[in-house]
Nanobody
Framework: QVQLVESGGGLVQAGGSLRLSCAAS????????MGWFRQAPGREREFVAA????????YYAGFVKGRFTISGENAKNAVYLQVTGLKPEDTAVYFC???????????????WGQGTQVTVSS
C-alpha cells in the first residue's frame, strides 16, 4: 500500500508563495502518477495538478493559469507544488494523491495523503 505524506502548508499573505511537498513510500510500480487536489471550505475536492512517471509529463487543471507548478523527483518518490501569487480563494486543504493511471489520478486516485492546510490572508 502506498503511503503519502504532505508538508509545507501554513499561513501565507496574499501575493506570497509557498511550496508543498509530498513523499511516497511503498510504491512498487515504475508507472505511477502523483499529484495534488484541494478542498476549500464548503466546496468539493478538486484536481489541481499531476505528474506522471517515468516520463515526468505534467497535467494541470484549467483554473491553474500559470500560478501553480508541479515538479518531482521520481527516484525519491517525491512531488512538489509551487504556488505563486496566492489569493484568499486558494485557501484550502491540499491533498497529495497517487494512482497507477493518469486518468484516475485526475478524477478518483487510489492513494491519498492526509492533507495539509493552506490559509491565505488578505
Amino acid at each position: 500500500q502506498v503511503q503519502l505524506v504532505e508538508s509545507g502548508g501554513g499561513l501565507v499573505q496574499a501575493g506570497g508563495s509557498l511550496r508543498l511537498s509530498c513523499a511516497a513510500s511503498g510504491r512498487t510500480s515504475s508507472s505511477y502518477a502523483m499529484g495534488w487536489f484541494r478542498q476549500a471550505p464548503g466546496r468539493e475536492r478538486e484536481f489541481v495538478a499531476a505528474i506522471r512517471w517515468p516520463a515526468g509529463r505534467t497535467y494541470y487543471a484549467g483554473f491553474v493559469k500559470g500560478r501553480f507548478t508541479i515538479s518531482g523527483e521520481n527516484a525519491k518518490n517525491a512531488v512538489y507544488l509551487q504556488v505563486t501569487g496566492l489569493k484568499p480563494e486558494d485557501t484550502a486543504v491540499y491533498f497529495c494523491a497517487g494512482d497507477p493511471s493518469i486518468g484516475a489520478m485526475q478524477t478518483t486516485p487510489r492513494d491519498w495523503g492526509q492533507g495539509t492546510q493552506v490559509t491565505v490572508s488578505s
